[in-house]
């Protein structure tokens, strides 16, 4: 049976701000349960994570940013879902945002705006202002990883932290993965 902590090594974050990117360490006091623990770059994609550290999907949550238009302003915010869903981008998420047209932000853009790295953004230290709507399934997942603002490291957060954070919305965003 996996469980969100799998088989890491986790420290306090605090302790070990070397494994985070400067804008999580500098909003760690909104997540004072943190801990974080190295792992290899090259598994940091969430299914290539999940089976090599042996973390279940249900207890990992993505961090994906988005990019909305509405009359040529564009409207950025994260978006939480747990690694066993997809979010409902196009429809719950498009229409709570108030944006004629969605997408995920570019590449560039995420890393630029955000200060970490593709790959290992995650919902805290994010830019002033930016929406963070959290699935309420990632709530009721109890201890999630997430990322850490880095490719080489998670952190392992209680998931009504999340729900805590600056600008953090507590809303209906997944669809269950379809598996054929």
Known sequence: MTSASGNLTWHVA??????????????????PSARVAPIDAS?????????????????SANCVVVAGKRAGEVRYAAVMVLASAR???NGAVRRH???RKISFAPHDDAVALTGMEFGGITPVGLPTGWPVLVDSAVVAAGD??????IRGSKLLVDARELAAL????????SVPVRVD
Do not use: K, M, N, W
């Not at 600056?166 to 965003?173: K, R």
């Open 14 to 31: 605090s302790a070990s701000t070397d494994l985070l990117a400067p804008p999580v360490v500098d909003a760690l006091g909104t997540v």
């Open 87 to 89: 979010a409902d981008i």
């Open 166 to 173: 600056p600008g953090a919305e507590v809303l209906d965003l």
């Open 97 to 99: 945002l108030d944006v």
């Open 144 to 149: 999630v990883v997430i990322g850490s603002g």
């Open 43 to 59: 598994l940091a994609d969430t299914a290539a994570f999940c089976e090599a550290y042996d973390v279940g999907l249900e207890h």
